[in-house]
């Protein structure tokens, strides 16, 4: 059960308030309150002792985008003005927390998503004035999962995104990754690229939402769904104009739309997709 949002504006900042109903998967008789805010320099000591906790605690899948810092790379971070944290409370300890990078450059952008082929900064849209809200650092202590505190942290930073005149928002799930597949998807983002991460050499999904749009998909509606562990076949997907829309938890499969929105990166992946083939079929050869 997801309690219903209670939003404030305390001292110019958006808090966001609302009830626990499952600590250590385990229903909660009186729920719990928590609130959603801004985080600052001051609580970058928590900041640090919930990176630590979270690391201790990694599922298979999750390693590429939990990194452990420490409280001194937090106070660092504030002293970049393109990112914003926020934070998830239970009275004063913090138990989640996630960031926005604001990018108005493709060089930024790439250093988010990365190697991607599909260029936000060369579109029509906006009038060419596009600024990208990049999401990462998403993480909830493991004791208050099952909560949809991710979803909810999402769905705060579209908001802050809205407010910064923020055209899109994307962020990166590694392909193992099918814990943090479904807030995104719930949120409406579109598993539109794959790439590699250049980091670490592992393969990562690529999302993106377009605030200005509730869907970009196409007028007709096919429909297929694939495993998400099928990597190739997702990859042809994509080439032929598909987008993954939706993730069933269940069953682990992705659900992918048709759409003609993000042609320039499509067209990118027919070309590899073929480039692909062609070193096959010459490393069969020989």
């Known amino acids: 059960m997801v309690s219903e949002i209670k939003k404030y504006v305390i ?8 009830y626990l109903y499952k600590v250590n998967n385990e229903k909660q008789r009186n729920p719990i309150k928590y609130h959603i ?5 001051d609580d970058a000591e928590q900041m640090g002792k919930l990176s630590e906790n979270i ?16 409280q001194e790379y937090f106070h660092e971070v504030f002293n970049n003005t393109q990112i914003n944290y926020i934070g998830v409370f239970v009275g004063n300890h913090l138990i989640g927390m996630s960031y926005i990078r ?11 998503l990365p190697n991607s082929e599909y260029n936000f900064f ?9 600024k990208i809200a990049s999401m990462g650092g998403d993480s909830v202590l493991p004791n208050y999962r099952g ?3 991710n979803t909810i942290m999402i769905n705060y930073r579209i908001e802050q995104a809205q407010k910064l005149g923020c055209t899109d928002c994307t962020s990166i799930v590694d392909r193992k990754n099918r814990w943090n597949m479904g807030p995104y998807f719930a949120c409406r983002f579109n598993l539109f690229s794959t790439a590699i991460d250049p980091s670490d050499g592992g393969k990562i999904s690529l999302l993106h939402k377009p605030i200005e749009k509730d869907s970009v998909l196409s007028c007709f509606k096919p429909r297929v769904s694939i495993p998400f562990e099928r990597l190739e076949l997702i990859d042809y997907m994509i ?8 993730f069933n938890r269940e069953n682990g499969e992705v659900l992918f739309a048709h759409t003609q929105y993000y042609r320039q990166a499509q067209r990118m992946m027919v070309q590899n997709y073929k480039q ?11």
């Not at 690391?55 to 420490?70: A, R, T, V």
Request: with cysteine.
């Open 239 to 246: 080439s032929k104009g598909f987008v993954g829309v939706e």
């Open 55 to 70: 690391y201790k605690h990694l599922k298979n899948g999750e390693e590429c985008f939990i990194h452990k810092h420490s």
């Open 147 to 149: 909560n949809a505190l």
């Open 37 to 41: 805010r801004p985080l600052t320099p």
């Open 102 to 112: 604001v990018c108005e450059t493709k060089e930024e952008l790439q250093e988010e």
């Open 276 to 286: 692909l083939q062609i070193k096959q079929r010459m490393t069969k050869a020989l």
């Open 122 to 130: 060369e579109t029509e849209r906006n009038n060419g004035k596009n």
């Open 11 to 18: 001292n110019g900042k958006d808090v966001w308030q609302g």
